[in-house]
């Protein structure tokens, strides 16, 4: 039979037939089969009141009883065949599915058959692959669970699905108590179930394409933000280090003031005190010269030599100049003092500002903007109208978060910052940073509102675009009909799709450029998002109608 069913795989070949395991001790009887010491005197034992042994594979007999001899070739080939890992290929493991038909030790299976319940190994799939009826049979990868596709109930193959009870059934289950469900074959509702899984995972693959181009950029970022801040600290340091040999510098020079100085006044006192050293020895030889006219005894000789005494020169002696007590120097040790004071101070403010500088440094802002009204509240800014800014015929009510274009000029005094031609109306607070805030605008049936942000630094005077909110380069409006909405800047407007709702959110990250709208109902509905650069602070606004009143609303 094995040869009909073709060559016998090789590690089969080292296999015992009586145990179907691996032969051990091999021996080999005179026919040429081989089998394990063990197995074959075990198999001849029980033949022993016969007086016969026979081979258990072509059943020839040997009288009387053979000696058998270890095959040493084999018990080599053995040795490398188990060297060589084909005993674990061929034989299960704890993880494998093992063969069924096999008896003793089981070996892998390759396939498992859905129609027969059952799996096999290379050996006994044979049977199944070459035999005509058989190969009509559904091979699939090895399945230990085969046993779950038979009906509990009828013990049948369960080859029909119930949609309604989402089970697999088997024929009889679906004429009896699923016979009112809908019901189909669990082929084609596999079938389904594929293509459902084949668009699953092409949503899959595109969020890792996706996600790895996020990464992709990410890594991008990290060397930039590691390069930047690499570079930063670099050019402080050298800015720092520049700084240094200006203070040594200036400490050498009030140095070589100092000593220039101090050599000019040491200078100074030397001669004064030469001249004053001069001036007593002077002094003294004088005072000799009356004594020794005053010890004269003749009277003749001192009233005749008297006369001729030379006058005493004017007097240097020190009682004549005014001493300053010494300071001098200490002034300039207080004014070095003071030199220190004022760049501790520079430090101390630069530090500040430039830490403050440092911890708005976040080159993740874009990636991580808020998704749920919640995540959006964490930003809440709570604005209040500017009534300096507030065009005339505007009305600034509920602690001035409302605004109504009423019929006629309000009680405003005249102020440069104030709209004179466009009925707009700015923020107080100036908008850095992240923040959120919305805007329940009342759209009239033939009018407009628009929710926008601007610059401080945009024009207030007369009827221009440079006036006009979203129509400059400084200014960002959403305009809001009953049915549709507008977005404007610097003169483009753009048609906004999306449902639209009478309240209006808007998020600011300064740092990052991100303006976004949304439609604020239920759930959040981007309406529109700008990726730009802020160069100044921003304020809150609105343009109102005759008719189309809005409020910044409160928020929690």
Excluded at 78 to 97: H, N, S
Excluded at 204 to 216: F, L, N, Y
Excluded at 328 to 349: C, K
Excluded at 448 to 459: H, L, P, Q
């Amino acid at each position: 039979m094995e040869r009909i069913l073709g060559p016998v795989p090789k590690e089969e070949r080292f296999c015992c037939r009586i145990c179907e395991d691996l032969l051990k001790d091999p021996v080999t009887t005179v026919c040429g089969h081989s089998y394990c010491k063990s197995c074959i005197n075990t198999h001849w034992d029980k033949e022993e009141e016969r007086g016969s042994y026979s081979c258990p594979q072509c059943r020839q007999t040997f009288t009387p009883r053979p000696v058998l001899e270890k095959n040493t070739m084999l018990a080599d080939s053995l040795e490398e065949l188990k060297k060589t890992g084909l005993q674990a290929d061929c034989y299960a493991g704890p993880e494998d599915v093992a063969c069924d038909v096999c008896t003793g030790r089981k070996r892998k299976s390759l396939k498992s058959c859905l129609v027969c319940l059952a799996s096999y190994c290379e050996k006994h799939l044979r049977h199944h692959l070459q035999s005509p009826p058989l190969k009509k049979h559904k091979l699939v990868e090895p399945w230990e669970k085969l046993q779950e596709n038979i009906c509990s109930r009828h013990n049948e193959v369960m080859k029909m699905f119930c949609r309604t009870d989402q089970q697999c059934i088997c024929y009889l289950c679906s004429v009896e108590e699923h016979k009112d469900h809908d019901t189909v074959s669990a082929a084609a509702e596999r079938t389904k179930r594929q293509r459902e899984l084949r668009r699953r995972r092409r949503t899959i693959q595109q969020r890792v394409q996706d996600t790895e181009k996020d990464v992709k950029l990410l890594q991008q970022e990290e060397e930039d933000v590691n390069g930047s801040a690499d570079k930063a600290v670099e050019d402080s340091e050298e800015i720092f280090t520049e700084l240094i040999p200006l203070l040594e510098k200036r400490s050498s020079d009030v140095e070589q003031q100092i000593r220039s100085q101090q050599e000019t006044e040491v200078s100074r006192v030397r001669e004064l005190q030469e001249r004053l050293e001069q001036e007593i020895t002077e002094l003294r030889r004088k005072d000799h010269e009356l004594k020794q006219l005053s010890d004269t005894e003749d009277h003749n000789q001192l009233l005749h030599n008297y006369p001729s005494l030379s006058p005493l020169s004017e007097s240097t002696h020190s009682s004549s100049f005014r001493f300053r007590p010494l300071r001098d120097f200490e002034d300039v040790t207080a004014a070095v003092s003071q030199v220190r004071g004022r760049l501790q101070d520079i430090l101390s403010e630069t530090e500040t500002e430039i830490l403050q500088i440092v911890s708005q440094v976040d080159v993740l802002l874009a990636q991580l903007e808020p998704e749920t009204r919640a995540d959006f509240l964490r930003y809440s800014q709570e604005i209040t109208l500017d009534p300096n800014t507030a065009y005339t015929e505007l009305l600034l009510s509920e602690g001035n978060r409302k605004v109504t274009h009423m019929d006629g000029e309000q009680s405003y005094s005249d102020h440069p910052d104030r709209f004179t031609f466009w009925p707009q109306v700015l923020s107080r607070e100036s908008l850095t940073g992240r923040c959120y805030w919305e805007v329940e605008v009342e759209v009239g049936e033939l009018e407009e509102a628009g929710v926008a942000v601007a610059y401080k630094n945009i024009s207030r005077t007369g009827s221009s675009s440079e006036c006009s909110l979203g129509s400059n380069d400084k200014s960002w409006l959403l305009d809001c009909f009953r049915d549709r909405c507008y977005f404007n800047h610097n003169s483009v407007q753009t048609l906004v799709s999306g449902p639209r709702s009478s309240r209006v959110g808007v998020y600011l990250d300064h740092s990052a450029g991100v303006l976004s709208f949304y439609s604020v109902s239920d759930t959040m509905t981007l309406l529109h998002r700008v990726q730009t650069t802020f160069t100044q602070p921003l304020y809150a606004g609105v343009r109102v109608w005759i008719g189309s009143p809005a409020e910044f609303c409160k928020l929690k």
